[in-house]
């Protein structure tokens, strides 16, 4: 039998990688004072499609269930969090979770995730805790060759205020911001010039942390826009402080959920480019439940860190056994420690094997 398009099955060291990714982060977090969730994987659509939340309808797995409500497969951990967190009322304010997502604007309609969630946390305190988790996990797992980029969703939406778009408007050209669409943001702002430059500029501010600097001159006289930029300068001083200094800014990134309110972050891996994670400040979220309640998040790409990591080979042991030795096997077998042990009872004839122990006559009479 064949499977639907984007599934895939999965064996040998690719599933063992992943199994480490998930426990290595689970090790992390409870260190960290981390409490476990775990949602449903199935959900109403309505809980991701609403205005709050804004995932594109196309792109969920749905189904009509037998009342005629629309059923999707989990396609995003931090909403189906909240939707619980406001269910149960807990007072714990930091969760951990892990597992998959589906959605259908991706190669595979199904990826693995493991991140965090902090409610109830202030501005900058939250923004440091989970940028410090982010490198704790990261030399966790052995991987110390990526890049931290900071953005804020801020910028962006001051500096369209006086264009007063259309939803459908401000949509499209959010989209021409984060393809980086010169041409297409030229022409959605033909209307105020001074916007449209501004807009054009913000599109290259992306690289070293220095544009920091440069861009409190440009808006020296935009106090809200120079507050966000001192916020991220802030971040980078702690990365610094850390020993973190492969930090860059993009300063013309946009929000694609509408729930991101602040602070954006992402990392990636120097090597393959690859984004290893991602998340932010998210405090518009729990609007939808009628809640004022600061939050933040992030999420780690599992399958891009499987990728990356290796596992160390341990020796491989074969014990050879008969049927009158196959008790003392597996009393060998519990002796010896750290090691890949199989028993088996016929003698091997490839090179599979470190050692070779064989117990066949062994205390046979």
Known sequence: MFLPDGSQDQIGDSLLKKQRVYQIFTDVAIRRGYKAIET???????????????IPFQQLLKWFDREGDIEVLRPDWTTAIARALMKLNPKESKWFYQGSVFTQDKDGVESRQAGIEMIRTKPIEGEIESLF?????????????????????????????????????????RQAMHDKRQDVVKA???????????????????????????????????????????????LVNVLKQLGIDQTIVDLGRVKQ??????????????????????????DKLYQQFNQS????????????????????????????????????????RRTISDKIVDVLYTFPTDNAYDDIIDLRNEGVE
């Open 40 to 54: 449903p994987v199935i959900e109403y659509a309505e809980t991701f499609t609403n205005p709050h939340v804004g």
């Open 257 to 282: 959920l509408p729930y991101y309110s602040g602070t954006m972050f992402r990392g990636y891996l120097t090597q393959t480019g690859d984004e290893c994670f991602s998340g932010g400040r998210y």
């Open 133 to 173: 988790f982010a490198i704790d996990y990261l030399s966790a797992v052995n991987i110390d060759d990526y890049l931290i980029e900071l953005g804020h969703t801020g910028i962006y939406e001051k500096i369209i205020e006086p264009l007063m778009f259309t939803t459908t408007e401000e949509k499209k050209l």
């Open 188 to 234: 959605l702002t033909e209307r105020n010039q001074t916007v449209q430059k501004q807009l054009l500029d913000l599109i290259q501010a992306y690289g070293e942390s220095s544009l920091l600097d440069e861009y409190k001159q440009i808006f020296k006289d935009e106090t809200d826009i120079v507050a966000i930029l001192d916020e991220l300068q802030d």
């Open 293 to 332: 309640t600061p939050a933040i998040g992030l999420a780690f790409d599992v399958d891009v860190l499987a990728s990356a990591i290796t596992i160390e080979k341990k020796e491989k042991i074969a014990i050879i056994a008969s049927s009158e030795t196959y008790v003392l096997a597996e009393l060998k």
